[in-house]
């Protein structure tokens, strides 16, 4: 049987410096004390065959290596950290219907979140104003459901937290986009994105919210969005 140090080696992380999904990958590992190497792709210009062959059916990072066998998929790359490795810190609760719930909220986010915000900087005139009230209610649903707790599990930093803080650093740009405030439409989701960017983890990985910004403007040359 594998000592925990040998199971714990040979961890590579597939990824883009400004993808929060990747991001998420980076946090959990965090949280978790775990060690792996990073390497940067090339997502505009050439992706390299070891992301084309480790990931062939959508060709995307985050990819996670574990000894050279790769799990695909930020979600499911947090899954199976948990799994893999459940002496560490664990990102999903015990009880099954906690487990259920945390999963569900997950899933909102990756559903949700990003690709209403791509249509913020994409669309123009009512379409934008659209995208911009969809996005308020995304984030007013994701506050009902925190309430009055630290995090989205309760007194743990876990799941939930970890697939959506990543979005805390593309929230100005929404806010720009979007004309809006999170601090005033959500202003206790925003006291929890203050909060996630106090741990070490989120810290260390988010992009600062300026960097997204001209990011996205990168991408606005690239579709051809004025």
Not at 169 to 192: I, N, R
Request: net charge negative; aromatic share 12%; hydrophobic share 40%.
């Amino acid at each position: 049987m594998a000592t925990v140090e040998e199971e714990k080696a040979g961890m590579v992380l597939l990824d883009f410096w400004v993808s929060p999904f990747g991001q998420r990958c980076r946090i959990a590992l965090a949280e978790k004390g775990l060690q792996y190497e990073y390497r940067e792709e090339d997502l505009v210009n050439s992706k390299s065959e070891l992301l084309l062959r480790s990931n062939p059916v959508h060709k995307k990072i985050p990819v996670l290596l574990h000894h050279g066998r790769p799990v695909c998929e930020s979600l499911v790359i947090l899954d199976y950290l948990d799994e893999a490795f459940p002496d560490t810190p664990q990102l999903l609760p015990a009880p099954a219907y906690a487990r259920a719930r945390a999963r569900f909220w997950a899933d909102y986010v990756d559903k949700k979140v990003y690709e209403c915000g791509s249509r913020l900087w994409k669309l123009k005139g009512e379409l934008q104003a659209q995208a911009r009230a969809e996005m308020v209610e995304i984030l007013g649903t994701l506050e009902a459901e925190l309430g009055e707790k630290d995090w989205f599990g309760g007194d743990s930093f876990g799941l939930v937290d970890v697939a959506l803080a990543p979005f805390t650093a593309w929230f100005y740009s929404y806010e720009k986009y979007g004309e809006f405030s999170v601090d005033k439409v959500c202003p206790t989701l925003a006291a929890w994105a203050r909060r996630c960017g106090e741990r070490d983890s989120v810290a260390k990985h988010l992009t600062p919210p300026e960097k997204v910004y001209a990011f996205i403007d990168v991408l606005k040359k690239k579709y051809g969005v004025e």
